[in-house]
């Protein structure tokens, strides 16, 4: 089975049950945060995302009920992810390995960019990924930066970090500048203490991740903030990927990269 | 009055009834589409926006009802536009110079960018743009691309066409690929008759520009694509900016290039 066949080869695994965080499958090929609303929630969804490009860069959007995707042909976005997440007025009541049975006709899936599809682009340029080298996930923190409110939405923005060696911090805006649909430039660049994140070593989600000498805290804006704005607003029903466990495409990150 | 006050400086005209085209005002400041609907079908063009994102690239959209835009804070939507069309079932039925009259508080205006933005980038890099220099209109076409149906929209894909030298097209893409946000890298260099364009000098929209020897056609996405998909869909009511005559926003053309 060839390099090109590992998408497909990796969904039909999750959709057989394999249960795994999707990190490092299928190298170069996009990974996608997924969330499942009603069509009544979806117009405020879309414009939160219109209204907040850089946390919430939206790759796809589902005709209502339909579980397909033009990211993935063949693919059902109801058991090709290895696990989600199912809410009910924001409280979390199940963690499956697929959502068959909690699927409605009105349920409009967005899938949205995520950072790991510019790491690839960064290590090719030298930069590299502490936390990778570390073994572990990616640092997380919630902001006291709000997003721009649209309709019933409304949340702060969650920042992913990444230490930077202080000589590669111009390279690493340059590469991620050109990926503006996953993410795209760093939102900040050091001075944790302005976004109101009072201890770098404490992320909200994920793990810490050491900084070496002369490492500056690069942030950029994170698939997790719509999630965190969906949830705060209760929406009757939810469905979102478990934490790490995304939903893996057929697109090449280079789509996602501008010439 | 300082350059920076220009934009509000022709708003004001326009509000006090002056109805001109608005090529060359406010030089160097983002000028945008207007295309406002009701509620009801705003959901449908914001997920056309959101497949389509190269002939709709989405600057604002307001809230139901508000007049108000963060492009231009204080501006009035419906009233700080040089001339109007309004529409009903398709059909145009005016072309005021405000909308007051017509405006609802279920409307939702979508502000989307312009291709005039990127001339001034283009002009910086050494690029001539010739229908300027032959005080014309730009010529568009309609093409046999179909763009991606969105609920109840759809349509062709409209292109604005410039002759680039040809050893400035590689400077034309490069430049304007850094500019998503107002149409990006054009869709299409050279061979016409592949995007269904019999005959140059007959353009559907605008003016026929001559080509100089050595000039070869480069083709960008166009914001009349929105307009098209819309009007034949013939929503109840839809207003839009009049041809030539578009929104001035205080934001400049700079904010929308990437780093």
Known sequence: ?????????????????????????????????????P???????????????????????????????T?????????????????????????PTDVLDVWRDDLVAFLVGCSFSFETAL????????????GRNVSMYRTSVPCRPA???SGPLVVSMRPVPASLVATAVAVTARMPQVHGAPVHVGAPEALGIADLAAPDHGDAVDMEPGDVPVFWACGVTPQAAV?????????????????????????????
Do not use: C, K
Not at 83 to 93: F, I, T
């Open 123 to 134: 290590l090719d340029a030298g930069v590299p990924i502490r936390n990778v080298e570390q």
């Open 231 to 259: 949830l705060a607003s209760r929406p009757p029903l939810a469905i979102t990927h478990a934490p790490g466990h995304m939903f893996v495409t057929d697109v090449p990150d280079s789509a996602y990269r501008l010439p």
């Open 1 to 37: 089975m060839g390099a090109m066949a590992a998408p497909a080869e990796h969904r039909a695994q999750y959709r057989a049950g394999l249960a795994v965080p999707t990190s490092g499958a299928a190298p170069g090929f996009t990974q996608a945060n997924l969330v499942v609303l």
């Open 71 to 95: 990211l993935a042909p063949g693919a059902d976005l109801r058991t090709y992810l290895p696990r989600y997440r199912v809410w009910r007025d924001g409280e979390l009541v199940d963690e």
């Open 39 to 69: 069509r009544d929630w979806a117009w405020d969804m879309l414009l939160f995302a219109q209204r907040n490009p850089q946390p919430v860069p939206v790759l796809e959007v589902t005709d209502p009920g339909s579980p397909g995707t």
């Open 151 to 153: 309709g019933r939405l």
